[in-house]
């Protein structure tokens, strides 16, 4: 099986469902070791079998990225299965969506905890076999609601994070043949944008209709479409590209 990943391995975290296991899907298709842990168990043993009966290499492994011990295990592992890390996509998120002065210390912690203190738990455990290697690419997944978005102080805020630490990364990895790049999803029909819907009270397809009529390109995003920014991030030829944020979301973005 050929394909530009040919020969690499990529590390997925939150691989299971919607963008990240479309992520785990193209870089497969395109010979890659793929390997990717999730927390809900259920999803992460479907999507293994989906995969592997499609004659793809695949690692799974049910992991809680907010715990550091659990990340470098899984890591190590899949170095010793593969004999290399060179792809790692911090695409694990959660959402606590509330309006500010609603919001709980639980709210907030947990959306830190997974999406900033994961990524960094991460990225931190594949570096040193990227360092050794002399190469890697990091692609962190942020959003639009970096920007600023409703009822999501909490996620806006992590998401903005993590493109300060994309930018960082790319600093102190790029003399070692690593670049970090992160893509911002807009509105992408995923089961975290209809767990949306149903917060704010309206159908996922009415959701999907409101989002669209704001989208220039007149559709809703796919979680391919995420995929295949990973996938241009991930490349060995774009080693030129370093410490951006491409906006995912059919039209401009600041």
């Known amino acids: 099986m050929g394909g530009r990943f040919q020969g690499r391995t990529a590390f997925v975290t939150g691989g299971s469902r919607g963008i990240g296991k479309a992520i785990v899907q193209l870089l497969a298709e395109e010979g890659a070791n793929t390997a990717f842990i999730d927390l809900n168990e259920e999803a992460l043993s479907k999507a293994t079998s989906e995969l592997t009966e499609k004659g793809y290499n695949i690692y799974s492994k049910v992991a809680d990225v907010t715990d550091s011990e659990q990340v470098e295990n899984a890591v190590k592992e899949v170095y010793e299965t593969f004999g290399s890390v060179d792809i790692l996509v911090n695409n694990a998120g959660v959402i606590r969506d509330n309006l500010f002065f609603k919001m709980t210390d639980s709210d907030w912690q947990t959306v830190m905890d997974v999406h900033l203190k994961g990524s960094f738990n991460a990225a931190r455990a594949v570096q040193k076999y990227m360092v050794e290697n002399k190469y890697g ?3 962190n997944i942020s959003s639009t609601s970096a920007l600023g978005n409703r009822g999501q102080a909490n996620y806006a805020a992590a998401k903005a994070g993590l493109q300060g630490f994309t930018k960082t ?86």
């Not at 944008?193 to 559709?219: C, K, Y």
């Not at 995929?227 to 241009?232: D, G, L, Y």
């Open 137 to 139: 690419r990091i692609i």
């Open 169 to 254: 990364l790319a600093i102190e990895l790029g003399k070692f043949g690593i670049t970090a790049n992160s893509v911002a999803p807009g509105f992408i029909e995923t089961e975290m944008t209809m767990e949306t819907a149903a917060r704010i009270g309206i159908s996922f397809e009415d959701l999907i209709r409101a989002s669209v009529s704001q989208i220039p390109v007149n559709r809703s995003g796919k979680p391919e479409d995420i995929a295949n920014a990973v996938a241009f991030f991930a490349d060995e030829r774009s080693s030129f590209v370093n410490g951006q944020v491409l906006y995912v979301a059919g039209g401009p973005k600041n």
